[in-house]
C-alpha cells in the first residue's frame, strides 16, 4: 500500500475487527501475507489478557547483545546511513534479534517518545508471538520483507504506525534478526520498503569475507560494473571446491534456492575448475574474470583466495617477481616490498606475517604508531604486496590539510562549486586512488562531519563531488594511519564509532624505534641508502653504543635524518664519528645515559650485547631492581627485559683490555 487515507484506515480497522469476533476475511484490504499473520496471531490467543508489549530486563538485554556482538557491529554503520535517508520523516530505525528483541534503534526525537509508549525501543518484545501481526515479527516468521500498516497491526494500539522490515540472514542462511524503520503512518514513504531491503542486503554482503577467511570466496555478476556493490553475488567454496555458502543475489543468479544448492561443487555450477581459476587469478591483480555458467549464462567474477592453502597458491608476497620501476603508473612510487622492512626484529617479523595473511582479502587496515617510525613506508609496501599494485598509491595527510579544504581535496568538486574553485573542476583523492590505494595518514584528526561521508563511500564504493549530482564508481583498498589510541578518540566523541570499525579490518601496531632489536641493522641500511659512493659508509664503536642506548623519541625519522646530515658532514673519510653527529642527538643520549653511565671508560671493542648488558644493569640499579620501572626506563615490555636478562652476560664480565 501506498500513502492511506482516513476512509482507507477506517475500513481497515472495521476489517479487522470482524475478522477478530467472526473469522472474515476482507475482500482485497489485506495481502496474504498479513492475514496469515492475523490467523496466527488469533490462534496463539495474542492479547486475550489485554496487557501491553512486554520489555526484557536490562541485564537480559546486555546478555542478547553480547550474543548478537557481530551483527551489531555490522549493522550499526548501515543504520546509520539508513537514517540519514529517512531522517525527518518522523521515524526510526531498528534491529532486532532472531527472536524480534530490539537491541539497538535510532530516531528522530520527535517520534521517540511516542514509540517508547509501545516498547518500540531496546528491549521491547516484538516477535509475533508476543506482539501479534507487526512488520519485526512477521519478517522473521514469514523469511520475507514485509510492510504492516496502521490497523494491520494485531494490536490496536500500534494503529498509528507504519513499519517496513528485512529478515537479516547469516552466510550460511539461519535468521540471525530483522532490520526495521518504523514511524507514523500518515508520514509513511512508498520506497521505505525497498531502503530496508537493500540495507539488510548490505550487512549480510559485509559478513563474508570475516565468516570464511580460510575459504575461497567468489564475487560476480552479469555486468562487470556490479561487483563490489550491492547487487553482486558472492559465493563461498572450500579449497578443494565444496560449495560452502551464498548470498541472496547469488542465488538468484544460480537459478537455486538454500536447499536446492547444498552439495554442489565449483565445477557442477561454472564450466571451469577451481584451479583453473585461481591460476588465471594469479597472473592478474584485482582480476575481474569471464566466468560461465553450467546453463551457459556468462558472468564476471572476482576471487578472493583464502589464507588456508588451495589447489593453486598465489605466490607469497616475498617470492613475488621484482616490478620495473617505469612500469609502474603515474602516481604510483617505486616498488618498495614488505621483507625490505624486516631487519632482525621479532615484533616487526610477526606484524608483517600477520600483514600477508589479509593483503588479498580487501580488508581496511589501520596502522598505528608513533610520528616517525614509518606508517607511509608500511602502507606502500602493503600496497605493492597487493592485488592492485599496478593501480597508484595516493597518500593524503588529514592533519596537515585546512579543515576548510579537506573535503574538496578528498571528494573532489566540480567546476564553479564553490568561490574560488578550479575552472575545470578536481577529482579528489578518492578518485584519483581508484584502481590502487587511498593512505588516509592521521585519519584521526579528519572533522567529525566529514566521517559520515566517507563512510558512505567505504561502505557504496562511489563518490559524489561537491556542487556534483552524479556519482562515481571507485574500486580501491584504504589504508589508514594515527599516532593516536582511536579508541580514546571515539570515547571522547571525536571519531565516529562506526567509522572506526569499518577502518578497523586489521589493526598493525608498528613499535618505537627504541623498542626495535634492529637498531643497528636498520641504520646500515638506510646508509646504504644514501651512500652515493661506491665504497661503503661505516659506523664508529662509539657510534653503534650510542645508537643501542638511544631513547629515538624522533622514531626511524630522527635516525635516517640523523645519518643524512652525517654522510653529508664525512667529506672522504667513510666512517661516521660521534662529532659527525648533531648535538641536540648527542644531548638526548647524554639524558638517557644518566649520570652513572661512564661513556669515557668504555672500548672501542666491546660487543653491542656487552654494551646492552651494561646499560641494562644500569638502568636496574637507577630504579633499585625494579624491573617493571627499568623496562618502562628501557623502552621494551617486562617479559623482554626478563628474556634479555636470562640471555645477557653478566655486565661485570671480563675486564676491558689495556688500552681501553
Known amino acids: 500500500m501506498g500513502g492511506m487515507t482516513a476512509e482507507e484506515v477506517n475500513d481497515l480497522r472495521k476489517a479487522r475487527e470482524e475478522f477478530l469476533s467472526q473469522g472474515i476475511r476482507p475482500a482485497g484490504l489485506v495481502s496474504d501475507t498479513i492475514f496469515r499473520s492475523w490467523q496466527r496471531s488469533a490462534e496463539r490467543g495474542i492479547g486475550q489478557d489485554g496487557k501491553a508489549p512486554r520489555c526484557i530486563p536490562p541485564s537480559e538485554l546486555?546478555?542478547?547483545?553480547?550474543?548478537?556482538?557481530?551483527?551489531?557491529?555490522r549493522s550499526q554503520p548501515v543504520m546509520e546511513n539508513l537514517y540519514q535517508e529517512i531522517s525527518g520523516t518522523s521515524s526510526m530505525v531498528l534491529l532486532a534479534d532472531s527472536a524480534g528483541v530490539i537491541l539497538h534503534s535510532i530516531g528522530d526525537p520527535v517520534f521517540v517518545g511516542q514509540a517508547q509508549k509501545v516498547a518500540l525501543k531496546p528491549g521491547g518484545i516484538w516477535s509475533e508471538g508476543v506482539t501479534g501481526?507487526?512488520?519485526?515479527?512477521?519478517a522473521l516468521e514469514e523469511q520475507l520483507?514485509?510492510?504492516?500498516?496502521s490497523s494491520e497491526h494485531f494490536f490496536d494500539q500500534?494503529?498509528?504506525?507504519?513499519?517496513?522490515?528485512?529478515?537479516?540472514f547469516d552466510p550460511r542462511g539461519a535468521i540471525l534478526g530483522a532490520l526495521d524503520v518504523s514511524g507514523d503512518f500518515r508520514g509513511h514513504q512508498p520506497h521505505t520498503l525497498a531502503l530496508v531491503r537493500m540495507s539488510a542486503q548490505i550487512i549480510e554482503n559485509q559478513m563474508f569475507a570475516a565468516e570464511f577467511p580460510d575459504d575461497i570466496v567468489l564475487s560476480f555478476h552479469l555486468k562487470p560494473e556490479f561487483i563490489g556493490t550491492l547487487y553482486e553475488g558472492i559465493a563461498v567454496f572450500s579449497p578443494q571446491g565444496d560449495f560452502i555458502a551464498a548470498n541472496r543475489s547469488a542465488l538468484q543468479q544460480?537459478?537455486?534456492d538454500r536447499f536446492r544448492i547444498i552439495g554442489e561443487t565449483f565445477s557442477s555450477l561454472f564450466r571451469l575448475s577451481l584451479p583453473k581459476l585461481l591460476e588465471q587469478a594469479r597472473f592478474r591483480h584485482q582480476p575481474v574474470l569471464k566466468l560461465q555458467l553450467q546453463s551457459g549464462a556468462e558472468l564476471y567474477g572476482r576471487v578472493r583466495p583464502g589464507l588456508s592453502p588451495a589447489p593453486s597458491p598465489l605466490l607469497p608476497p616475498t617470492t613475488a617477481p621484482s616490478r620495473d620501476i617505469k612500469s609502474c603508473?603515474?602516481?604510483?612510487p617505486p616498488p618498495l616490498l614488505l621483507h625490505e622492512l624486516e631487519s632482525g626484529d621479532r615484533t616487526m617479523q610477526a606484524l608483517l606475517a600477520k600483514a600477508r595473511k589479509v593483503i588479498d582479502h580487501d580488508i581496511t587496515i589501520m596502522i598505528q604508531g608513533e610520528t616517525g617510525t614509518g606508517k607511509e613506508l608500511l602502507a606502500l609496501a602493503l600496497h605493492q604486496a597487493g592485488p592492485r599494485s599496478n593501480g597508484p598509491f595516493v597518500p593524503i595527510n588529514c592533519a596537515s590539510i585546512p579543515e576548510g579544504l579537506i573535503e574538496s581535496e578528498l571528494f573532489g568538486y566540480q567546476e564553479g562549486a564553490f568561490t574560488g574553485a578550479n575552472r575545470k573542476g578536481h577529482v579528489g583523492k578518492i578518485r584519483e586512488a581508484h584502481g590502487g590505494t587511498l593512505f588516509l595518514d592521521e585519519i584521526g584528526e579528519m572533522p567529525l562531519l566529514l566521517q559520515a561521508r566517507l563512510l558512505r563511500v567505504?561502505?557504496?564504493?562511489?563518490v559524489t563531488p561537491l556542487g556534483g549530482t552524479g556519482s562515481h564508481q571507485v574500486d580501491l583498498a584504504v589504508i589508514c594511519a594515527t599516532n593516536r589510541l582511536v579508541r580514546d578518540i571515539v570515547a571522547a566523541g571525536k571519531f565516529r564509532e562506526d567509522l572506526y570499525y569499518r577502518l578497523n579490518g586489521l589493526l598493525l601496531t608498528l613499535p618505537g624505534l627504541r623498542q626495535r632489536e634492529d637498531k643497528i641493522p636498520l641504520a646500515r641500511k638506510i646508509l646504504a641508502a644514501l651512500n652515493r659512493t661506491d665504497s661503503e659508509i661505516t659506523l664508529h664503536p662509539d657510534v653503534l653504543r650510542i645508537f643501542v642506548q638511544h631513547p629515538w623519541p624522533g622514531n626511524i625519522r630522527q635516525m635516517h635524518n640523523l645519518l643524512r646530515t652525517a654522510v653529508a658532514l664525512l667529506g672522504e673519510r667513510k666512517e661516521i664519528l660521534i662529532d659527525d653527529l648533531v648535538e641536540d642527538f648527542l644531548a638526548q643520549a647524554d639524558l638517557a645515559a644518566g649520570p652513572e653511565t661512564d661513556t669515557d671508560n668504555d672500548c672501542g671493542g666491546t660487543s653491542l650485547v656487552d654494551l646492552e648488558a651494561r646499560h641494562i644493569a644500569a638502568t636496574l640499579d637507577r630504579t633499585g631492581g625494579n624491573v617493571s620501572a627499568a623496562a618502562r626506563q628501557l623502552g621494551m615490555g617486562r617479559t623482554t627485559l626478563y628474556r634479555k636478562l636470562r640471555s645477557l652476560p653478566s655486565p661485570d664480565g671480563p675486564s676491558p683490555a689495556p688500552g681501553c
Request: with cysteine; hydrophobic share 35%; net charge positive.
Open 62 to 73: 546486555v546478555h542478547r547483545r553480547d550474543q548478537s556482538n557481530t551483527l551489531l557491529l
Open 133 to 138: 501481526t507487526n512488520a519485526i515479527g512477521t
Open 145 to 149: 520483507p514485509v510492510q504492516v500498516q
Open 158 to 168: 500500534h494503529r498509528f504506525l507504519s513499519c517496513s522490515a528485512a529478515p537479516i
Open 254 to 256: 544460480f537459478g537455486r
Open 329 to 332: 603508473p603515474i602516481g604510483t
Open 458 to 462: 567505504l561502505q557504496d564504493r562511489r
